[in-house]
């Protein structure tokens, strides 16, 4: 089995600042790529920013300028630094990590953290 332990969410005014972090364990041999995603209500579930193994990120056009995402390996940790936040950036935040296990790929999402940003 895997777990994802996410935290950093909160309630914060905006132009405020919230770290999220998501650390998994478990069966993983190695990580491939590791990525947040949200989903505000009413809405559907959208990527925020994803980051490989190698140290490659991708970001959607709402997250870049304010969001960095960062991986650390060693503790199969991924962080996203959310500046500038907004009210349309209220959603619960959901951990998404893709891995190796026994030769196979899987994929495995967190329980989520919400994030609320008031005006």
């Known amino acids: 089995q895997v777990q994802l332990v996410e935290s950093g969410g909160g309630l914060v005014q905006a132009g405020g600042s919230l770290r999220l972090s998501c650390a998994a364990s478990g069966r993983i041999f190695s990580i491939n790529a590791m990525g947040w995603y949200r989903q505000a209500p009413g809405k559907q579930r959208e990527l925020v920013a994803t980051?490989?193994?190698?140290?490659?990120?991708h970001y959607a056009d709402s997250a870049k300028g304010r969001f960095t995402i960062s991986l650390d390996q060693w503790k199969n940790t991924v962080y996203l630094q959310m500046n500038s936040l907004k009210p349309d950036d209220t959603a619960v935040y959901y951990c998404?990590?893709?891995?190796?296990?026994?030769?196979?790929?899987?994929?495995?999402w967190g329980q989520g953290t919400q994030v609320a940003v008031s005006s």
């Open positions: 998404l990590v893709i891995y190796i296990s026994y030769l196979y790929a899987y994929d495995y």
């Open positions: 980051i490989t193994s190698g140290d490659s990120s």
